[in-house]
Antibody, heavy 123, light 107 residues
Framework: QVQLVQSGAEVKKTGASVKVSCKASGYSFIGYYIHWLRQAPGHGLEWMGWIHPNSGGTSYAQKFQGRVTMTRDTSITTAYMELNRVISDDTAVYYC????????????????WGQGTLVTVSS | DIQMTQSPSSVSSSVGDRVTITCRASRDISSWLAWYQQKPGKAPELLIYAASFLESGVPSRFSGSGSATDFTLTISSLQPEDFATYYCQQTNSFPYTFGQGTKLEIK
């Protein structure tokens, strides 16, 4: 069965970097885009960007350009999201999620989600 | 960015009721719209994609309709497990954006 398993909760100081991993199993990792999204406590969902697991190509929301880097390691079917220079507003649960379509294009619809990783930023 | 506006923000209903949630896009998104259900402490789950296609495994009491700027999610007969928060999402253009959510509560 398709599974996305994320790394554990993180506590970071303002200005630090955080890197979240997402281990995929149960399907062809290179066959589907991986999206990263976040949800601040008590708030709605925010899309951060995607990575094409085969080529490594990325697309980031402009809000995060220059601060986020999405990478992958196909040998261990794992995707990563690194966010730099974090501030208190970056406190959120971060999710990786699989695009529901194959890699000829990203539909943007996500059918499988990781369990979420809580990142807490404190001063 | 495309703004997605859901209404209502919250609704109280009873088991067996028919419920409709609406989502309006700030510009034409064709049928690039999804609906998700989220329960407390859990990741969202995809219910409807491309405005009207039911995701595999989702009960047929859920349905979606609409195109361009106006969309609806309908639950034909509420079940106890349907009380949750629902989000719409547009994927017509970057950045993909979500509505603010509709919390469906038990009356």
């Amino acid at each position: 069965q398709v599974q996305l398993v994320q790394s554990g909760a993180e506590v970071k100081k303002t200005g630090a970097s955080v890197k979240v991993s997402c281990k995929a199993s149960g399907y062809s990792f290179i066959g589907y885009y991986i999206h990263w999204l976040r949800q601040a406590p008590g708030h709605g969902l925010e899309w951060m960007g995607w990575i094409h697991p085969n080529s490594g190509g990325t697309s980031y929301a402009q809000k995060f350009q220059g601060r986020v880097t999405m990478t992958r390691d196909t040998s261990i079917t794992t995707a990563y999201m690194e966010l730099n220079r974090v501030i208190s507003d970056d406190t959120a649960v971060y999710y990786c999620a699989r695009d529901s379509h194959g890699t000829d294009y990203s539909s943007g619809f996500v059918d499988y989600w990781g369990q979420g990783t809580l990142v807490t930023v404190s001063s | 960015d495309i703004q997605m506006t859901q209404s209502p923000s919250s609704v109280s209903s009873s088991v067996g009721d028919r419920v409709t949630i609406t989502c309006r896009a700030s510009r034409d998104i064709s049928s690039w719209l999804a609906w998700y259900q989220q329960k407390p402490g859990k990741a969202p789950e995809l219910l409807i994609y491309a405005a009207s296609f039911l995701e595999s495994g989702v009960p047929s009491r859920f349905s979606g309709s609409g195109s361009a700027t106006d969309f609806t999610l309908t639950i034909s007969s509420l079940q106890p497990e349907d009380f949750a928060t629902y989000y719409c999402q547009q994927t017509n253009s970057f950045p993909y954006t979500f509505g603010q959510g509709t919390k469906l509560e038990i009356k």
